[in-house]
């Protein structure tokens, strides 16, 4: 039986207007984190409905190279309205395309309950102890990867944090949404808004600390400001 279906609070992709290279450069660097590949205790893996088998061998790079040796996959069922359906969990469907024998020396662990970014977080700590990690290098939707960051330092604010920001793909094959692309397509646009939108809706109600990023808000509001006036 197909699970109820999950309403999103913020439109995935709302409406937008025309965007300035201004407002696409604020945008940028409010939403998308830079890439740093960094040696870490911990490769925390965020929730997603796509792109399993490319993330896994995301993962499957890292391992290989030894950058990591312990993975915690996160990403329950979360079926939300206009999104790929799934019968189970992301995490399990990213795991299904990591080799069990190949890496039967590494920790990987999966969450499997988890419906959205800050679940992926708490109900990771739920099922794993950080007591002994210093770095964490994590994966997310690129577009989302500030949120994503912003999260797990809520937790684990003393924690050295680095991002492999991953690019997912738009309507247009040959730009995806990544830092440098994104704008070049009304999809992303819209996607990166939307992310805006939840930036500051999820912040003020405090699911990460949104002072690191209060002045890249206000930049935004302003630049939106004046394309009303």
């Known amino acids: 039986m197909k699970p109820e279906e999950l309403h999103r609070e913020i439109l995935k992709t709302p409406q937008c207007p025309i965007m300035d290279p201004e407002l696409v450069s604020v945008l940028t660097d409010l939403c998308f984190q830079k890439e740093h590949i960094i040696p870490s205790d911990l490769l925390f893996v965020f929730g997603s409905n796509v792109k399993h088998k ?4 995301l993962i499957c790079d890292l391992l290989d190279t030894e950058i990591i040796n312990k993975v915690l996959i996160t990403g329950g069922v979360a079926n939300f309205g206009g999104s790929y359906y799934h019968h189970k969990p992301e995490s399990e469907s990213i795991r299904s395309f990591i080799s069990a024998k190949k890496y039967a020396d590494k920790q990987i662990v999966l969450e ?6 800050l679940e992926n977080v708490t109900e990771a ?5 950080f007591d002994q990690i210093k770095s964490i290098t994590f994966i ?3 577009y989302a990867s500030t949120r994503a960051s912003l999260s797990l330092k ?7 944090l680095y991002c492999i ?7 247009q094959a040959e ?7 994104w704008s070049r397509t009304k999809y992303g646009q819209s996607l990166v808004l939307g992310e805006y ?3 500051i809706t999820y912040g003020k109600r405090g699911d990460f600390p949104i002072d690191d990023i209060q002045g890249l808000l206000d930049q935004v509001q302003d630049h939106l400001k004046i394309k009303d006036s």
């Open 154 to 160: 809520r937790f684990f604010p003393d924690i050295k």
């Open 197 to 199: 939108l939840r930036l």
């Open 175 to 181: 730009f995806p949404v990544n830092r440098q692309l």
């Open 54 to 57: 490319e993330i896994a061998d």
């Open 165 to 171: 920001p991953f690019p997912l793909p738009s309507d």
């Open 112 to 117: 499997v309950i988890s419906r959205n970014t």
């Open 140 to 142: 997310s939707h690129s």
């Open 125 to 129: 700590r739920k099922i794993f102890s």
